[in-house]
């Protein structure tokens, strides 16, 4: 099962941390990162720009709006996220409870779904999971142990 872990940090949070030096936080994160890693559960994972960096597009109208950032609400953003291969939602759990976030920094935690969520005579569904399977290969390809063609 893969879990998305996504990152909510409130302005408390962001205040926080920036009374912690950088280079501790990347070596907190890097930590539980290589942890992940190392149990080969992580399968992704990116931090995120600023808000003032992103954009929304507003589908409420027609052409739909385009809004640079930032935006008031700090609760409605997310800063970074991992994507975890786990064989449980409780697996997903004690994970996302390891991360060195402090107050003021939440964890959305969530299932992805995947081609058995679909009816399964569903073409694009099929079609995804091709191209799913085709993005396996090439990364076994690409990692150490894997054959590189």
Same mark, same amino acid.
């Given at each position: 099962?893969?879990?998305?872990?996504?990152?909510?940090?409130?302005?408390?949070? !962001?205040?926080?941390?920036?009374?912690?030096?950088?280079?501790?936080?990347? *070596?907190?994160?890097?930590?539980? +990162? *290589?942890?992940?890693?190392?149990?080969?559960?992580?399968?992704?994972?990116?931090?995120?720009?600023?808000? %003032?960096?992103?954009?929304?597009?507003?589908?409420?109208?027609?052409?739909?709006?385009?809004?640079?950032?930032?935006?008031?609400?700090?609760?409605? &953003?997310?800063?970074?996220?991992?994507? &975890?291969?786990? %064989?449980?939602?409780?697996?997903?759990?004690?994970?996302?409870?390891?991360?060195? &976030?402090?107050?003021?920094?939440? &964890?959305? !935690?969530?299932?992805?779904?995947?081609?058995?969520?679909?009816?399964?005579? +569903?073409? #694009?569904?099929?079609?995804?999971?091709? #191209?799913?399977?085709?993005?396996?290969?090439?990364?076994?390809?690409?990692?150490?142990?894997? %054959?590189?063609?």
């Amino acid at each position: 099962m893969q879990y998305m872990l996504i990152m909510r940090a409130n302005d408390e949070a !962001v205040d926080a941390y920036k009374e912690i030096p950088f280079e501790q936080v990347i *070596e907190r994160m890097g930590k539980y +990162n *290589e942890a992940m890693m190392e149990a080969g559960v992580m399968i992704g994972g990116e931090g995120l720009s600023d808000a %003032s960096e992103g954009f929304v597009v507003d589908f409420s109208a027609d052409p739909p709006l385009v809004t640079d950032g930032p935006y008031g609400e700090t609760k409605e &953003l997310f800063n970074g996220f991992w994507m &975890l291969e786990v %064989s449980s939602k409780e697996e997903a759990a004690e994970w996302a409870k390891r991360c060195p &976030l402090g107050p003021g920094a939440k &964890l959305e !935690v969530r299932r992805v779904q995947g081609p058995d969520d679909f009816p399964a005579d +569903n073409e #694009w569904i099929q079609k995804e999971e091709g #191209w799913r399977e085709e993005q396996a290969a090439k990364r076994a390809a690409n990692t150490p142990g894997g %054959s590189a063609g």
